[in-house]
C-alpha cells in the first residue's frame, strides 16, 4: 500500500496557515476544525508544519500564553516529509523514528495532502480486516462473526 492510497480514502482536504499568521489565530483554527495540525505555507511553498506538540511547546515557552507570538517562532521549519509513492511499511518506520504524528505528502514541490499516524494506523487495520475476511472466505464453512 502506498500513500496515494491512503490519500484517496482519506480525502485532500488541506488546512494551511502563513508564518506571519499569529499563533492564536492557528490554534483557533486547530481548534474549530477538530484538526492537529497545519501546514505552513508561504509563496506557494511549505515552510514548515504546525502540530498541537509545537503549539504546547510555544505556550510553555511564553510564560502560558499565546500572546502575540507569530506561527514562524512556533513552527516545525524542517518538516519530514513523503511522496504519494512511499510504500505504508516505510511511512511507519518514518513516523516512528521522528515521532512525526503528521507528515506533508509532496509531488516534487507540490503539497498534496497530510497524513497522520490515525490514517496509517486506520490503514493498517483496514488492510488486515480485508485480509482477514478473504481468508475466512478461502476456508469453507469458517463461521460468520456476530
Given amino acids: 500500500m502506498k500513500v ?7 480525502g485532500n482536504t488541506l488546512f494551511t496557515i ?13 481548534a474549530e476544525k477538530d484538526i492537529g495540525s ?4 508561504e509563496h506557494g511553498d511549505l515552510v514548515g508544519m504546525l502540530t498541537f506538540r509545537e503549539v504546547i511547546l510555544a505556550i510553555v515557552g511564553n510564560g502560558g500564553q499565546v500572546g502575540s507570538m ?7 521549519d524542517a ?6 509513492e512511499t510504500d505504508l511499511d516505510e511511512i511507519r518506520r518514518i513516523m ?14 507540490m503539497l498534496m495532502g497530510v497524513i497522520s499516524f490515525y490514517d496509517v494506523a486506520k490503514a493498517v487495520v483496514d488492510s488486515q480486516n480485508f485480509e482477514n475476511k478473504m481468508l475466512k472466505a478461502y476456508i469453507r464453512d469458517w ?3 456476530q
Fill in 4 to 10: 496515494s492510497d491512503i490519500l484517496r480514502v482519506k
Fill in 18 to 30: 502563513t508564518p506571519d499568521d499569529l499563533l492564536a489565530e492557528a490554534v483557533n483554527t486547530m
Fill in 38 to 41: 497545519l501546514v505552513v505555507m
Fill in 70 to 76: 507569530q506561527v514562524r517562532k512556533a513552527m516545525d
Fill in 79 to 84: 518538516p519530514v516529509t513523503c511522496t504519494l
Fill in 96 to 109: 516512528l523514528e521522528r515521532h512525526a504524528r503528521y507528515m506533508p505528502v509532496m509531488d516534487k514541490r
Fill in 143 to 145: 463461521p460468520e462473526e
